[in-house]
């Protein structure tokens, strides 16, 4: 474990150092959720029947857990990028555990993925958000969002190295901007037609839109929900920890797989 941990550290020292000598690409990937926020928040608000201040609040949780999906595409486009230009082969060469490679990537997306909530929120706070919940359920909620972000990233891993192709990756990655659509980040699931209703309610950004919007105290669940959207701090967590107990050994499996 101790090693694991070592060079799983050496290998997240090595992601935020490559952050840190292209910071055009943190700033793009961080500004992305606040430009759509202005947008959703002002220009589909008005179209909405929900008032404007009554929306924001509803849409910031949804907008916070859309950027945790992001994880997907992140991760799937570094692991390709590594893949492709030979960074992968290079980390076989040396003397380090299997598991740190992607764990240290991943570990890596999660601290700039916090690092980048801050302004997020800020803005959303300027536009009229509060969170209601109180300071422990405020805190529970951004861990969720962390998890989660932490789960869509290994998904991105599995992904990227099964690629192995920055072009390939990167026009996946385009189609994962339709998971928070089909979902109840950006709109409420009520006035839905029944099949699409449940078809979103068991997309996990729901679950983990409506717990977020719970601990913040902006929302309360849906009546008539599916189970991860009636229950969704349980739903949250379970397919937050389900989605890691497939990806990981999955991803693991392929890094070490493409070895020989």
């Known amino acids: 474990?101790?090693?694991?941990?070592?060079?799983?550290?050496?290998?997240?020292?090595?992601?935020?150092?490559?952050?840190?000598?292209?910071?055009?690409?943190?700033?793009?990937?961080?500004?992305?959720?606040?430009?759509?926020?202005?947008?959703?928040?002002y220009v589909f608000g008005s179209a909405l029947a929900m008032p404007g201040t009554e929306y924001r609040a509803f849409l910031v949780p949804g907008m916070l857990v859309a950027t945790a999906a992001n994880g997907i595409m992140t991760g799937m486009f570094t692991a390709a990028q590594d893949s492709h230009r030979g960074v992968m082969d290079r980390f076989r060469t040396l003397p380090m555990s299997r598991v740190a490679v992607p764990l240290g990537q991943a570990a890596a997306d999660l601290v700039t993925t916090a690092a980048g909530l801050v302004p997020l929120v800020l803005v959303g706070l300027a536009m009229g958000w509060r969170m209601d919940g109180g300071p422990v359920a405020a805190v529970g909620a951004f861990g969720l969002l962390l998890l989660f972000r932490f789960a869509t990233t290994w998904i991105g891993i599995l992904l990227g190295l099964a690629s192995r192709s920055e072009e390939a990756a990167g026009q996946l990655g385009g189609a994962t901007f339709m998971l928070p659509l089909l979902s109840n980040a950006y709109i409420p699931?009520?006035?839905?037609?029944?099949?699409?209703?449940?078809?979103?309610?068991?997309?996990p950004i729901s679950a983990v839109a409506t717990a977020a919007r719970g601990l913040f105290g902006n929302a309360p669940v849906p009546e008539g929900a599916a189970w991860p959207v009636a229950h969704?701090?349980?739903?949250?967590?379970?397919?937050?920890?389900?989605?890691?107990?497939?990806?990981?050994?999955?991803?693991?499996?392929?890094?070490?797989?493409?070895?020989?």
């Open 1 to 41: 474990m101790s090693t694991v941990l070592h060079d799983g550290a050496a290998v997240l020292g090595r992601h935020l150092q490559r952050v840190r000598h292209a910071p055009a690409i943190l700033v793009m990937t961080q500004t992305m959720p606040i430009v759509f926020l202005l947008f959703f928040g």
């Open 189 to 203: 699931t009520d006035g839905m037609p029944h099949w699409l209703r449940t078809l979103t309610e068991w997309n």
């Open 232 to 260: 969704p701090v349980a739903g949250s967590i379970g397919w937050s920890l389900a989605l890691l107990a497939v990806c990981v050994p999955l991803a693991v499996r392929g890094y070490a797989a493409a070895e020989g």
